[in-house]
């Protein structure tokens, strides 16, 4: 059942990491694009670190299907005709949801690797799950100002332009 579970990690720091490459590309905010393409190379160390856990455990190739498999089928698309303000902040949306999303993934095997006496899969399991809890954190603090940009974008024939679009002033 662990390497069950790790199949199903590996996975979906696969797809994350694509996602987050995909969505680093779009846009013209720099600081947020940084921040998403950071984001994909942590999902690829934390990929290589599943992948040397998983072939250390004895055993065969897990079969049957990914536990985690909800967890990729939440990537939604952005629709089209939106603006680039409003896709970005549709990205940070996404991008929060699946590192939270993420987090539950790793406690579920954090305890399953508990639960079968796998001390150093339950350690890597919690490591990561920290990972994803600092980046969606990271995610959630653009998110005040993204959507005041956007709102400002869409509703500029409706309100005066000159509204301040930093968070606290």
Partial sequence: MIRQYLSGAIAAEKALEQHLRTIAAEGDDAEVQLAFAAFADEAKSRLSRL???LAALPGDQ????????SLLDIVPVPQAGNT?????VQNL????SLQRGACALFETLAHAAQAGADQVTE??????????SRAAEKL???LPTRSKIAFNVLTAHEVNPAIETKVGL
């Fill in 62 to 69: 897990p079969e049957g299907r990914n536990p985690f498999a």
């Fill in 123 to 132: 350690q890597l399991a919690r490591e990561i799950q920290a990972e994803h």
């Fill in 140 to 142: 959630f603090r653009f």
């Fill in 93 to 96: 949306v996404n991008a929060f």
């Fill in 84 to 88: 680039l303000e409003e896709r970005l």
């Fill in 51 to 53: 992948q040397s856990r």
